[in-house]
């Protein structure tokens, strides 16, 4: 079959269900777009190639398959670079195509070149595989490794160069292999490896699930909470995974930012980890929640790269492979060792319906400016139990952590890179791959959201049902709090403020969504249903306590904890730095 290059990209890409291209067309690119178009693709433009590849993060993580998207030669694939390193560092299987002068003029030694930079020098770094497609027969190979490195062992993104004399060349190409033929689909553990894990399971009084961001991308949430079940245990939410399997919601609890996620933690005899790297966040399953009972306790993690395991801290059962091959394994052999729950969960349970009960009575209420505690749970009540939650922001999220009404079946964020302006091209990625049949509800705060509000455009364009929930406090929420405790009351707090008068409702207007500017508590309620019900774009401005938002953070303790490298004189090593 004689076709040009990027149609047999097109092709290769469509034999691993991939039907969704991110990217500003140029004259690179152009001919790719308009013939996925043609194909029945999602073809969505952003208004920032930044903005686009952090789409293309949020429908793998929704999709269970490799995101794709583009950049042109020289700024576009520059522009690319902080989703690149996100990607990379959320371990987001992206596959970035950036275009490129002709091998001709990308070997000159001449000065002065147009839209020309080193690209592979540059990025070559931060991702898992670099790819030149120098000459049409290359094609195959390049991007199938593509594909093999971003969905094998720890996933990460891949960057493929595309250059103009290559792109629109033709090529009598042989069949497209199905994605079995050459490359690992399955990965299951070994029968001994699931004899161990058994034992322990079997031998274990209060076992736990720790679940991570791996379970939610590998589209495992039904296998998951099936283990949970069979093994009458809590399932322990890590800050990168906080949602919530269906079915699941009363033996959930938040690990560290709730009493029953910490009492579980400390108590448990067995601790399997799913999906987690077993990073700071969780303290690596040595520190703090986990410190007084680590002599007694056993560890099994399911990882899919080998080299991560044992590194952090010793496992007694890795099993190195997929969730989505490992855990039915776990429930083959469990199916006739039903356990009973032990009366520490049942306890557990008491405890989280007690102390969400307390927490929400506790909620500041009747303020001048709303209480952001108070913004959380008013935006967060009325959320239908189908929608995609989709978080951004500093205090704004630590304020969600706790607070949040809502259980989300999905959630798209990035905790280990903490980039700001990621929840509005995340909400039009996931809302992309749900096909525009979910609403999605993003909760942030104004710094962030002015990151990518360009993008506004592109859901109302897309005739995506985000609700952009923004809370304002008109500042860099958690520097103020910075300035205030490490420099002291009266600091300059240099630049941490802007403009209270923006009006996002205005802007989002103009852009074509729906808007509406909140200032009483009794009326967020409301405006979310009103906004969900209308099915379009919109964006609901809530000004919040700037004060609250900036020295009121729940748990800020906990958060502190993840980070272990703090030194005297930067703040943190004082009593009540936080």
Partial sequence: MTVKVYERILDLLEAEGINSLFGIPDPGF?????????????????????????MADAWSRMSGKPGVCFG???????????AMIVAAKENSPTIFFGGQRSRVAYQRARRGRIQYIDQVSNFKPMMKYVGIVEEPDQCDEIVREAIRQVTSGKPGPA???????????????????????????????????????????????????????????????????????LMACPILQTSGCAMVIEGMEDRTFAYGFSPAGRAAADASDLCIAIGTELGEPVHMGIGRHWENNDANRKWIQIERDA????????????????????????????????????????????????????????????GELVHPARFIVEATKSIPQNAIYAADGGSVTIFGWTYSQYQPRDLVWNQNTGHLGTGL??????????????????????????????????????????????GCDYSWGLEVGCWRKQVGPDSPETEAHWGDWVRFDQIAKGFGAHGEFVEREEDIAAAVERAIASGKTSVIQVPIDPDANAMDAPNYEEFKSWYTDFKAGYGADAEDAY
Wanted: charge should be neutral; aromatic fraction near 6%; charged fraction near 20%.
């Fill in 72 to 82: 042109t030669q020289g700024p576009g694939v520059s522009n690319l670079a902080a």
């Fill in 307 to 366: 080299m991560a395991l044992n590194v952090n801290r010793p496992i007694d059962v890795p099993l190195a492979g997929d969730i989505r091959d490992i855990v039915p394994q776990l429930l083959e052999a469990l199916k006739d060792k039903p356990r009973k729950p032990s009366a520490e969960f049942e306890t557990w349970k008491k405890q989280q319906k007690e102390w969400k009960a307390e927490l929400l009575e506790s909620v500041p209420k009747g």
């Fill in 30 to 54: 152009i001919h790719m777009a308009m013939t996925a178009e043609q194909r029945g693709w999602n073809v969505v433009s952003p208004h920032h190639e930044q903005a686009g590849g952090f």
């Fill in 425 to 470: 091209p995340y909400a039009i990625g996931a809302a992309i791959a749900a096909g525009g049949e979910r609403p999605v509800v993003l909760v942030t705060g104004d710094s962030s959201f002015m990151f990518h509000i360009a993008e506004l455009e592109t859901a109302v364009r897309k005739k995506l049902p985000i609700i952009c929930m923004v």
């Fill in 159 to 229: 960057y493929i160069e595309l250059p103009l004399s290559v792109i629109h060349e033709t090529y009598n190409w042989p069949p497209v292999m199905a994605p079995e033929k050459y490359r690992l689909v399955e990965q299951a553990a070994s029968e001994s490896m699931i004899s161990r894990a058994i034992e322990l399971i079997t031998a274990a009084r209060n076992p736990v699930l720790l679940v991570g961001q791996g379970m939610f991308t590998s589209r495992s949430h039904q296998v998951v909470g099936e283990l949970a079940q």
